[in-house]
């Protein structure tokens, strides 16, 4: 992505919202994204993995799925920047 700051913050934020776990952004994540979401918010699914970097500093795992992606990761708790 090479967008100025303020855009890149605003993609990152729309793409982890859709694979943070709800009550708790820390926590592991574990999620499905349907590709028509994507779609409809012009994501990609490498968008939400770097997001997942941003956000947690863990890497995402993305494997596809039928009509979309996967995304697993440790999460902000469990990797290196967690307590």
Known sequence: MSFNDATRA????KA????APVNDWR???DACVP???LHRLKLSADD?????GFYTATSAKVSS??????FKATGYRN?????
């Open 10 to 13: 605003l993609v990152m934020k």
């Open 16 to 19: 982890f919202d859709l694979v």
């Open 27 to 29: 926590a592991p994540i």
């Open 35 to 37: 590709n028509s979401e």
């Open 48 to 52: 939400i993995a770097e997001a997942v």
């Open 65 to 70: 799925v039928p009509g979309g992606w996967r």
């Open 79 to 83: 990797g290196p920047a967690g307590p």
